[in-house]
């Protein structure tokens, strides 16, 4: 169950400490950026504070109280069970508050004091993500998709591959230098987000410079992922896999075709290779006409973890190890497909999973362009969240369409590619090749199963809902429950990530949106429309959004119970002590087991984000709340019927509009 859950964050911490949701730097005015001009073409820019100046003295991830935890437990519980159900709930949740449960948050206080240099929950979720067994594929990795450059002639497949792989490399010098722009919510920019401050606040030693922001009302946000993101891979081994990083590696990974391709991206001197150069490796890249593999290797990351630890260690034994090497040390893994997109579904398709062969889902992160240039970010979670990725993704685009390496016109350099890129060929013994077959059988028969659709609402949104003084995503996420109760006459558990970045080693908080407050207005709407006038299903509309925007406030300060919860429990399976009989309760399975995965997303990045439900019977439903409309990504397996679930959203959003719209 727990493995199963969604742990995806595509939401900024900013926004969550805004009450409203706006995925990414540029999204947000109090995340506006005042870069100092790069120093060559080497990198992305220079930050006079250096990248890691605030991560010394970030404050730690609090602990909630025991009390506050059960309180918060009870009241998510409520909207999901009758009276007689919720009776028990609640007499197991103050038995835990008052017996075990107290036993176990004083041992988890006293092991968070004798970790400092980390938080609580940071050991958990790295084993809880590591330990899972499951396929990668749907079940944890995301994607999301770039807008297309704003230069049409740009959108080339070479021009734009050599231009991204550019920015990139420069964004991983950049960090490595201690260049990159530190990561600061400013609450109050015109204080805090000027030369003035920077210039001020980098002469304050690191173990006392978050104090120095605060004092202007900025937040700066953990940076600890971000060295994951470049020559990083997961390796699967039995129980566990690792997580493998080889900063000193200098070449890309290319896959094509099913075919693996590498080449230096960075010189014996630490310097980018020149931009004509990468354009001319690429190109014969693209041209090499060699058919894809009989026995494509792609498909084993795509397997159970266990079962993939074996045929990897089959790879080892059959003489593949520097192979292995040379994928899982890239700086990291560009896909070029060979085909182009036909619309927003089948982009969703393509970067959610693609067709197996030409992925390597175990990296870090790859990054995929299909024939028309249209481009994404698919990324493996267990390293980190979509804080840093989006930040990565943000500065990509940026960068690439701002300043391009390379223009349509720009010729390849004139270099014997042949000799400078590699070929990776892999010796497969029969065990082996019969292993992908079946990884080959399980990879189509699943992506067999899953349904994507898209809306857009177009009628109004951010804007038009701000001036009503009512929270965007809490108007996002009431028209999911009322859209799940027009279609299925239930409340059902919902789960949406929010960022704790603003905490040392914060990972993500649980925002429960389904409340008494939604189920009462969600059954005004679609049980009893006769019964409420405007004035009432208004102010119930604004009882939601107070409720929503103050769950986001806590959750962002690290004061859900979700992550709480997960903890002791943990800590009591490695005491060895019976599992609590609050984890026992079948309405905490039914809590956790989230048939509603939501995940907001909204940057000028970005064009289009999305991952699978995280149970058989759910919906993956990724977001965003613009300023005149909104977007919903949703996907399913047959359990559940998408397009319906997506008309009733629709219709939802046009039943709250009307009644905001309304004068009384």
Not at 81 to 109: A, P, W
Not at 303 to 309: C, G, K, Q, V
Not at 573 to 594: C, V
Not at 600 to 617: E, H, K
């Amino acid at each position: 169950m727990a493995t199963r859950r969604r742990l995806l964050l595509l939401l900024s911490p900013a926004s969550c400490l805004r009450r409203t949701k706006a995925l990414g730097a540029a999204a947000a005015p109090g995340l506006r950026r005042g870069y100092s001009s790069a120093d060559s073409s080497q990198h992305l820019h220079r930050s006079i504070v250096p990248t890691m100046h605030f991560q010394q003295s970030l404050p730690r991830l609090p602990i909630p109280k025991l009390e506050d935890t059960v309180r918060r437990y009870l009241n998510a519980q409520k909207p999901l069970l009758d009276d007689d159900q919720f009776r028990k709930t609640e007499e197991l949740g103050r038995s835990f508050e008052h017996g075990i449960g107290r036993e176990l948050h004083e041992q988890l206080v006293a092991q968070d004091k004798q970790n400092k240099h980390t938080s609580y929950i940071s050991g958990a979720w790295f084993d809880m993500y590591l330990s899972s067994r499951e396929s990668v594929v749907l079940n944890f990795n995301p994607f999301m998709s770039f807008n297309p450059d704003p230069k049409a002639e740009y959108n080339d497949q070479l021009t734009r591959a050599t231009n991204m792989t550019v920015s990139a490399i420069r964004f991983l010098k950049t960090l490595r230098a201690g260049y990159l722009e530190p990561e600061i919510f400013h609450l109050n920019p015109d204080k805090s987000d000027t030369q003035t401050f920077r210039r001020l606040i980098r002469f304050v030693p690191s173990s006392l410079s978050w104090f120095g922001a605060y004092m202007v009302n900025a937040y700066p946000l953990d940076m600890s992922q971000y060295f994951r993101l470049f020559n990083s891979t997961r390796l699967p081994k039995l129980s566990r896999d690792e997580l493998f990083t080889d900063e000193k590696a200098k070449h890309l990974l290319v896959l094509r075709n099913g075919n693996f391709y590498v080449f230096d991206v960075i010189d014996r001197d630490g310097n980018i290779v020149k931009p004509s150069e990468i354009q001319a490796h690429l190109k014969y890249i693209l041209s090499d006409n060699s058919p894809a593999p009989a026995f494509p290797l792609a498909y084993l990351p795509s397997e159970n973890r266990d079962i993939w630890a074996l045929l990897r260690q089959k790879l080892l034994d059959n003489g593949n190890e520097e192979v292995l090497q040379k994928v899982d040390s890239a700086v990291f893994c560009l896909c070029l497909d060979d085909f182009p997109i036909k619309d927003l579904v089948h982009l969703s398709h393509t970067m959610l999973h693609g067709d197996g062969i030409n992925r390597w889902y175990d990296k870090s992160f790859n990054l995929i362009l299909s024939k028309d240039g249209n481009a994404a970010i698919h990324f493996e979670h267990s390293w980190g969240d979509g804080v840093a990725v989006l930040r990565f993704q943000n500065e990509v685009f940026k960068d690439s369409t701002q300043k391009p390496a390379v223009t349509p016109q720009s010729q390849p350099a004139a270099v014997d590619s042949s000799s400078a890129v590699q070929k990776l060929s892999f010796k497969l013994n029969d065990a082996l090749k019969a292993g992908i077959t079946k990884a080959k059988q399980n990879f189509d028969a699943t992506m067999e199963t899953l349904t994507l659709d898209f809306i857009r609402f177009k009628k109004g949104g951010k804007k038009f809902l701000k001036q009503k003084k009512i929270s965007p995503d809490a108007v996002a996420q009431l028209s999911f429950q009322m859209a799940f109760l027009r279609q299925y006459g239930q409340t059902v558990a919902t789960y949406e990530s929010c960022s704790t970045a603003a905490f040392k080693h914060g990972r993500t908080e649980t925002i429960r949106p389904a409340s008494i407050y939604t189920k009462k207005c969600t059954e005004a709407f679609v049980r009893r429309p006769p019964k409420h006038s405007t004035e009432e299903l208004q102010q119930m509309i604004a009882e939601c959004s107070k409720y929503h925007s103050q769950l986001t406030k806590e959750a962002a300060m690290g004061q859900g119970f979700d992550r709480h919860l997960f903890s002791l429990r943990c800590l009591a399976a490695s005491k060895g002590i019976p599992l609590p009989d609050i984890y026992q309760d079948q309405a905490y399975a039914q809590l956790n087991h989230n048939i509603l995965s939501t995940s907001t997303l909204s940057s000028p990045a970005v064009n289009i984000g999305g991952f699978a439900p995280v149970v058989p019977d759910g919906l993956g439903v990724a977001y965003g709340v613009h300023d005149d409309w909104i977007g919903c990504s949703t996907s399913s397996y047959p359990a559940r019927n998408v397009h319906e679930f997506l008309q009733c959203v629709h219709k939802s959003l046009e039943d709250i509009f009307h009644v905001l719209e309304a004068e009384g």
